[in-house]
């Protein structure tokens, strides 16, 4: 495990096709069953895949949040998210209000071995929707318990040559697990970044991590994800705080006056005059 991350590449902008198992999702009776999964596309400039885990909230790699050429962040609204993108249409297209990657990430560490190490195990993101996505045909995937080594694994990702639909990796295995680093035996390419790792349990499929990067042990091809546990309630807390925030703050001024119905009841945005 500790030779893992030798030859080590974050898939921040799609490139080649992933290599494989691949199944494409080309139909929508197969693919639903990942309709949570979606593409995430910053403007003209990329995608990578994400994953609706709540009404308004969608799971990625923290690294899909920065223009990775200038190290800065993308602003909201280059962001779209596309749920069950196949065949050029999306099950529902949603705009952005926020981005949250993981504090602990930080991008641009191409030349440090160590801290790239670091930086993975922190690459972690969420994306605020701008509305909910509260359709019956797409259930918020849920998340999971650490994955551990000898775990069967399910990968559901976009990439290049295969944008518009995704495709299923379904004979994947956990080689082992490193501290915040999840290894597994299904070879990843550009495009991958952000993909949710399902693990199937007896009430259904779960996320357990999100791939992150490809790498090589014992000269073979392996993908690098993320576990979640632990990880995704403390961010989920922080994205509702600032949400909180940033909505602009509403008081409520009470009186019988004015024809404002029986309880007298009026809504005031702070700068507003009573």
Request: charged share 20%; aromatic share 4%.
């Amino acid at each position: 495990m500790r030779g893992v991350l030798v030859c080590l590449a974050l898939l921040a902008h799609p490139a080649l096709a992933g290599d494989g198992n691949l199944r494409p999702l080309e139909t929508g009776v197969v693919a639903g069953r990942w309709a949570a999964v979606g593409r995430i596309d910053f403007g003209s400039d990329g995608f990578c895949t994400g994953t609706l885990i709540a009404p308004d909230v969608v799971l990625t790699a923290a690294h899909c949040l920065y223009d990775m050429t200038t190290g800065e962040p993308f602003a909201p609204s280059e962001v779209t998210f596309r749920a069950g993108w196949r065949d050029g249409r999306a099950e529902a297209d949603r705009a952005v209000a926020m981005l949250l990657p993981h504090p602990g990430f930080q991008p641009g560490l191409d030349g440090d071995v160590e801290a790239r190490r670091t930086q993975t195990s922190h690459d972690i993101g969420l994306i605020k929707l701008a509305e909910p996505i509260l359709l019956p045909s797409i259930t918020p995937a849920p998340t999971g318990s650490v994955p551990r080594g000898g775990d069967r694994v399910e990968i559901v990702s976009y990439a290049k040559d295969r944008s518009e639909a995704a495709s299923l990796q379904d004979v994947c295995s956990v080689l082992g697990v490193e501290g915040r680093v999840a290894v597994l035996d299904c070879p990843v390419e550009f495009g991958a970044s952000g993909s949710p790792v399902f693990r199937d349990t007896a009430y259904g499929s779960e996320v357990v991590s999100v791939i992150s990067a490809k790498a090589e042990m014992n000269g073979r091809p392996v993908a690098i994800a993320v576990p979640i546990a632990g990880v995704v309630t403390g961010l989920m807390a922080e994205l509702d705080r600032a949400a909180r925030k940033a909505a602009p703050e509403v008081r409520m001024i009470s009186g019988a006056g004015g024809g404002m119905g029986a309880g007298g009841a009026k809504f005031l945005r702070v700068g507003e005059a009573p």
